[in-house]
C-alpha cells in the first residue's frame, strides 16, 4: 500500500460563518457538507480545494492556538509569476478587512518549486499561504 494523494485537512474555527465568509466568500472556494452538517451526520463543513476538501471544525473554544500552524492554497493564474497578480489580490483582501503579513509577497519555495507567494491570516489568525502557480 502507497500513500498516493491527500484526501482533505480538518481545522478548527471558532465561528463557521466568519470562516465561511473567509474561506468561500472572499477567496471563491465551494462549500460541501452544510446540509449534513445542519442535520447532525457530520461535524464540520468542507470548502473545496481542487479535489481536496478542508473540513471547517467548530469548536466551543473562544480562542484557539494556531500559531504552528498554515494552509498553503494554490492560486492559478493566466500570467503565472505575476507579482503585480497577487498585488492585486492582496489590496482586495485588505480592503475586506484581512490581514496580510507586513512585507508580503515574496518567492517561497513550495511542493512545484520556488513561486510568488503571500501570507494572510483567516478569522482565527491561521496563517494562509496564498501562492501562485
Do not use: N
Amino acid at each position: 500500500m502507497d500513500i498516493v494523494d491527500l484526501d482533505h485537512v480538518a481545522i478548527r474555527v471558532t465561528d463557521l460563518d466568519r470562516a465561511l465568509a473567509f474561506y468561500h466568500d472572499l477567496l471563491g472556494l465551494p462549500i460541501r457538507d452544510h446540509e449534513r452538517y445542519d442535520a447532525g451526520e457530520v461535524p464540520y463543513v468542507a470548502v473545496v480545494v481542487g479535489g481536496r476538501h478542508i473540513h471547517l471544525v467548530p469548536t466551543e473554544d473562544e480562542e484557539i492556538d494556531v500559531g504552528g500552524e498554515h494552509l498553503c492554497l494554490l492560486v492559478r493564474s493566466d500570467e503565472v509569476d505575476s507579482r503585480e497578480e497577487l498585488d492585486v489580490l492582496l489590496e482586495s483582501l485588505r480592503e475586506r478587512g484581512i490581514e496580510v503579513e507586513d512585507g508580503e509577497p515574496y518567492r517561497r519555495y513550495g511542493a512545484y518549486g520556488r513561486a510568488w507567494a503571500a501570507y494572510v491570516r483567516d478569522p482565527d489568525g491561521r496563517r494562509v499561504e496564498l501562492k501562485l502557480h
